[in-house]
């Protein structure tokens, strides 16, 4: 996925002194979206292993086949994952309009799915975002792991250690005609964090990619991707401070990368691929602890965000480690529209 990469370069990081006030869902026109959401009890009733639904493909085999896809994919980019410990889920649409398929790995569950649909949408022009929670559980044992770092994970890591590395994947049907053979929108979400050893410091990696479905007649368009990160509720005490981030600020073009360096003042860090893209917002939040990164503009190939956060725990003990939840957010519109309207609500993350 990361196939330009440009010199290593040291960027100066933003400091974390005040809040920043982020609105990347401003609406550009007045619009009455539909929102539903599919709560943690749906969720977790419809999970099983990966292993479960290879064995019963005959009786779901989209299910089936998300497994092996999430498997195959994280093979490639160097993460060799057993079956029986991959998740999969697959729920209902609330709009009817097919199925939200899942797969992940690791201690994370989700904790929601948000579904927004614009005012009017239909097959010939329209407006749907979806967007995913996911949450760390707590009690559950490190899924760091020492092989494979993932298709953007950091590397040169120094006097640091991988403490969590994890991924989600999700499929959705598109409102549109996309051909004789059907394609979902895809997007692939995955977080790392290290810790210097027996300090508070730790380093928290995130990075996705968002494909839409293409559609041959449709004129289907990427208009909002937003990764945001934050204390998982009940959680916010383990957190001192946000010292830096990278990005420091938007970037330019979505068609290369760049390596940057996130540090501490003792030089323990690592090393993250970082794309550079228009029409891009960092989103640090000192006063939550939270990061974030958004795109609004208007692609129509595959959009990648990646962020970097350096962050101070407010304990050394490997027990009370940081604990975070992220959040994808996708919008596709489609048909020949001009008004665009994004279904972004800010108080819903």
């Known amino acids: 996925m990361r196939a330009l990469l440009g010199g290593i370069l040291t960027l100066t990081l933003g400091l974390a002194i005040s809040a920043v006030s982020a609105s990347p869902g401003v609406a550009e026109a007045a619009a009455e979206p539909q929102r539903a959401s599919i709560g943690s009890t749906q ?37 060799l994952l057993d079956a029986s410990d991959v998740k999969v889920a697959s729920v209902a649409d609330p709009f009817g309009n097919g199925q939200i398929r899942l797969a992940w790995d690791g201690s994370r569950q989700p904790e929601r799915i948000d579904v927004a649909v614009g005012d009017g949408a ?15 559980a707590p009690d559950a044992p490190s899924s760091g792991r020492q092989g494979g770092a993932g298709f953007d994970g950091a590397f040169n890591v120094k006097d640091m250690f991988q403490m969590g590395h994890e991924c989600v994947e999700l499929w959705w049907d598109p409102e549109y005609w996309t051909g004789e053979e059907p394609q979902d929108h895809n997007a692939t979400s995955c977080y790392e964090k290290y810790q210097d050893p027996t300090t508070r410091k730790w380093i928290y990696n995130r990075w996705a ?139 819903g993350w």
């Open 122 to 136: 239909g097959a010939n022009d329209g407006q749907k975002a979806i967007g995913v929670m996911m949450a760390e």
């Open 209 to 347: 990619v968002f494909q839409q479905a293409e559609g041959p007649t449709n004129s289907p368009r990427t208009v909002d991707f937003t990764l945001r990160s934050r204390p998982w509720k009940g959680y916010e005490d383990r957190v001192e401070s946000l010292y830096k981030w990278t990005p420091a600020g938007g970037q330019k073009t979505c068609e290369e990368t760049m390596n940057v360096s996130l540090s501490f003042p003792d030089y323990a860090g690592v090393e993250i691929p970082i794309h550079q893209c228009t029409s891009t917002s960092v989103l640090p939040d000192a006063t939550t602890k939270a990061m974030g990164i958004d795109f609004n503009g208007e692609e129509t190939g595959q959009l990648a965000l990646d962020f970097g956060a350096a962050i101070y725990a407010k304990s050394a003990d490997e027990d009370l480690n940081p604990i975070y939840a992220d959040y994808l957010w996708a919008q596709v519109d489609w048909g020949i529209s001009n008004e665009k309207t994004l279904l972004w609500k800010e108080d």
């Open 43 to 79: 969720l977790k009733a419809a999970t099983q292993t990966a292993a479960q639904a290879l064995r019963s493909r005959s009786a779901n085999p989209q299910v089936a086949d998300v497994a092996q896809k999430y498997l195959d994919k994280q093979a490639r980019s160097g993460r």
